[in-house]
C-alpha cells in the first residue's frame, strides 16, 4: 500500500470566555495527534488538558520504541495518563474535580488508530460521508443506548455535557478502548472539542473539503462558525488531510 502524506491544520480559540481550558498537540514526528477539553473550572481545567497532551505523546513514543503494538501503546498511555491527573487532582479541595476529556489519533504502520474518553469527537470525512468515529462518554449518550432518550432529545438534554468518563476519573472501567481504520487517499480526519461539534452540522462537515482544500483554511473557518453560531465555550480543532505521495 503507497504510503500516504498528511497536511494539518490546528487552532485554538478561548472564546467569551476568561480563559482557555483546551488543549491539542500536533506531532507531526510519530504522527499523533491530541485534543483535550480540561474540567474542573479556573486553572485546574487547564492544568489537566495539558497534561493529556503532553504525557500522550511521550508515552507513546516510549511505547513504540519497546515494540509495543499501536493499540497498546495508546492504550497504555490514555491510562497512564488517567492515573497521573487522578493524583494531581488529589491535591485540590474535597469536591472540587480535575479531569478532561481526550481524543488521540495515531497515524502508524498504514493504520489509523482512534482513542477518546468524555465527548471531545474524531470524525472521518470521506467523500460526501461523514462518519463520528467516537462515542462520547456522557449520560445523555447512556440514555441514548438504553432507548430512554432518541439522538434529537440527547442533543437537548441537560445531561449532553454530564461526562460519566474522562481522564481523571478514578474507574476507568473498560472505557478506554482503541479502534483502527485504513486511511484512503483524500479522507480528512477532524479531532474536535464540543464548543466546535455542538455548533457546526455534519452537512458543513461535508461541504468543507471543497471550499477549503487547504487544512489550516478550513480549520480557521470551522472554528469561526462554531464562535459566529453562538458557542459560548472555547473551541479546538485538529484537521488531517491524508493525500497520496506522488
Ligand atoms: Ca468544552
Redesign the pocket.
Known amino acids: 500500500m503507497p504510503e500516504l502524506s498528511l497536511q494539518v491544520g490546528s487552532k485554538t480559540d478561548q472564546g467569551v470566555r476568561a480563559n482557555n481550558?483546551?488543549s491539542f498537540v500536533v506531532d507531526l514526528r510519530q504522527r499523533l495527534f491530541v485534543v483535550a477539553?480540561g474540567m474542573g473550572g479556573q486553572e485546574r481545567g487547564e492544568i489537566a488538558s495539558s497534561m493529556a497532551v503532553e504525557i500522550i505523546p511521550r508515552l507513546v513514543h516510549a511505547r513504540l520504541a519497546t515494540h509495543d503494538s499501536p493499540e497498546r501503546a495508546l492504550l497504555k498511555a490514555v491510562q497512564e495518563a488517567n492515573a497521573a491527573i487522578v493524583e494531581a487532582g488529589r491535591s485540590q479541595p474535597e469536591g472540587r474535580r480535575m479531569g478532561t476529556t481526550v481524543v488521540v489519533a495515531l497515524h502508524h504502520g498504514g493504520q489509523v488508530y482512534i482513542s477518546n474518553l468524555g465527548d471531545s469527537r474524531a470524525y472521518l470525512i470521506r467523500g460526501q460521508n461523514v462518519e463520528q468515529l467516537t462515542r462520547d462518554h456522557s449520560v445523555a449518550q447512556a440514555l441514548v443506548d438504553t432507548g430512554a432518550l432518541t439522538k434529537e432529545e440527547a442533543r437537548f438534554s441537560p445531561y449532553q455535557h454530564v461526562l460519566h468518563k474522562f481522564l481523571g476519573c478514578h474507574d476507568l472501567n473498560g472505557a478506554a478502548q482503541v479502534h483502527a481504520y485504513t486511511p484512503q487517499s483524500g479522507d480528512r480526519l477532524l479531532l474536535a472539542?464540543?464548543?466546535m461539534t455542538n455548533h457546526i452540522t455534519e452537512d458543513d462537515l461535508r461541504q468543507g473539503p471543497k471550499q477549503f482544500p487547504d487544512p489550516q483554511d478550513w480549520i480557521s473557518h470551522l472554528v469561526k462558525k462554531a464562535l459566529d453560531h453562538g458557542s459560548r465555550?472555547?473551541v479546538t480543532g485538529v484537521v488531517i488531510v491524508f493525500d497520496q505521495v506522488n
Do not use: A, P, R
Request: hydrophobic share 0%.
Open positions: 481550558e483546551d477539553d472539542t464540543d464548543g465555550d472555547n
